[in-house]
């Protein structure tokens, strides 16, 4: 088991094990279904921040404890707080909480979503700024903003949704605040899988086994190129970024060592790491 390094070990309301190049992040406020307070956003603001300068890590896993993922801002936190806030400070909170999203895309490793229960607001856009999402039966997610006073667009969710689901359907969802079903988030591609609460975890560690049959470079060129491929301005723009990457990952240490596992049928090991 790697130990924690940077704030790994002091965090309130993040609990966070290391394991196999792979962080098991959990928010862990479950009195409060996970609701973000100013805490939990400082918390995961720094992790996630902090995961673009680490090689230790090679594969996220977030979650939350108890019944839900996350309920979203925690509006009684936010209400007991209130008062004369200027325009600007209250800019600077928002991109406290903004920068989180921000963070997790730009972070080179693919981030797992282990979503059961509320994923409202902004546990709603965490959900969305993951690479893979997998629910359980009990999945309800919405743009909860719209419904207390705020528009819908937030924390990168009018970026996120209607490239997963189209104009349409996400106009419809974030101009009611309906929640969607862990069926209807499945059939538009929002998750992966739908799977029982207790399977979550092995679920992830599936994937993550898989993910770790990549050579540390591969794996993080393969979510910069995707995460460049989305906002591409055509197909030749997005093949020039996938033929830059297949040169650097095939010139990289660990390629012949991934093609002497793939051959003899085993797991790579792989000892080109990086400082």
């Not at 069926?183 to 998750?191: P, T």
């Amino acid at each position: 088991m790697t130990a924690p390094t940077n704030n790994d070990a002091s965090y309130e309301h993040l609990d966070i094990r290391l394991e196999n190049q792979t962080a098991w992040v959990t928010m862990n406020r479950p009195d409060s279904l996970n609701a973000l307070n100013r805490k939990l956003v400082e918390e995961l603001r720094d992790f996630f921040v902090g995961l673009y300068w680490r090689r230790d890590v090679r594969v996220v896993v977030l979650r939350g404890a108890g019944k839900a993922f996350c309920a979203g801002l925690d509006l009684k936190e936010r209400s007991n707080s209130e008062g004369g806030r200027s325009i600007g400070a209250g800019l600077t909170a928002q991109r406290r909480i903004s920068e989180i999203v921000i963070a997790m895309r730009r972070c080179p490793q693919p981030i797992i979503a282990c979503v059961d229960g509320a994923a409202a607001g902004g546990g709603f856009a965490l959900m969305l700024a993951s690479d893979v999402r997998v629910c359980t039966p009990r999945l309800k997610a919405n743009a909860a903003f719209i419904r207390i006073g705020l528009t819908a667009c937030d924390i990168g969710v009018s970026y996120f949704l209607p490239r997963m689901v189209g104009s349409s359907v996400a106009a419809e969802y974030m101009l009611t605040g309906r929640f969607f079903t862990a069926q209807r988030a499945y059939e538009l591609g929002m998750v992966s899988q739908i799977v029982e609460a207790e399977e979550l975890e092995p679920v992830a560690q599936a994937l993550v086994d898989d993910m770790l049959h990549a050579t540390p470079l591969g794996l993080r060129l393969t979510k910069e190129c995707l995460n460049h491929a989305i906002d591409a301005q055509g197909l030749e723009a997005a093949i020039a970024m996938e033929d830059r990457n297949q040169i650097l990952a095939s010139s990289d240490g660990d390629f012949q060592e991934g093609v002497r596992a793939f051959l003899e049928k085993r797991r790579p090991v792989y000892e080109n790491r990086e400082s």
